[in-house]
């Protein structure tokens, strides 16, 4: 997995919110999916790890938001976390996956991802949430990747002409579309893997590749230490 994606792990995230604002709108529902990797290489979708999230004091809740996601924040049997509680267990689950696939850092993977990066951002930063594993600004985005092997962006669409499970019923639900995201990813990455690995050997004839792989080498300039403080956005 680190050579795949130069010492990234790709992880789906879908995150549902009372509006389309990360620094005023509130983060309602957070779901992680994790990309694994079989002995021939070929991707899969892994764990699932979802919460319900407490809107942040003062956040704010728009009803046509809520009328689209069908949440109620305050429903008496919602088991809601506050949203530092639930971005640590998020975050303590993917460290442990960095751990376990030799990664240096999580990179995003979301359909249209810089929605979910750019609320997930602010949360941890209102959060005080320190040692994001997240990258701050990078990330994999399933629309794009879909136009352009499958020519939809819709996610709907797009996993329906890929031939996956699609069910509108079970749509804006954090959980259902992380996943749904996470096997559009493994899907194109697998299409692609001729393509990946005539990259990888140009790459070492290059002299790119240090024996120990690519997971190994110093952090560039776009590969920002994991226990840095950063911006939410650049």
């Known amino acids: 997995m680190a050579r795949r994606f130069r010492g990234y792990l790709p992880v789906a995230i879908d995150v549902e919110t009372g509006g389309f604002h990360p620094a005023t709108d509130a983060l309602l529902e957070i779901a992680a999916v994790f990309i694994d990797m079989d002995s021939d290489g070929s991707l899969k979708r892994g764990a699932t790890h979802n919460f319900h999230v407490q809107p942040f004091e003062g956040g704010r809740l728009d009803p046509t938001s809520l009328s689209i996601t069908g949440i109620d924040p305050f429903h008496p049997l919602r088991p809601a976390l506050p949203e530092r509680d639930a971005l640590q267990r998020v975050f303590r689950e ?22 979910d990066l750019s609320f997930l951002n602010a949360a941890v930063a209102r959060a005080q949430v320190k040692r994001n594993p997240f990258h701050p600004f990078s990330c994999f985005d399933t629309a794009t990747l879909a136009g352009a092997a499958l020519g939809q962006t819709v996610l709907a669409k797009a996993v329906t002409v890929a031939g996956l499970e699609w069910d509108p019923g079970s749509a804006h639900n954090a959980r259902y579309d992380a996943q749904r995201s996470a096997e559009l990813f493994c899907l194109v990455c697998n299409r692609l893997r001729d393509s990946h690995q005539a990259a990888e050997e140009r ?22 230490p994991l226990e840095a403080e950063f911006p939410p956005h650049r």
């Open 203 to 224: 790459a070492r004839e290059l002299g790119w590749f240090s024996v120990a792989g690519p997971a190994a080498e110093e952090p560039g300039a776009d590969e920002p």
């Open 94 to 115: 993917i460290r442990h996956a960095l751990r376990a696939y030799g990664c240096r850092r999580a990179i995003l993977v979301g359909h249209n991802a810089a929605f």
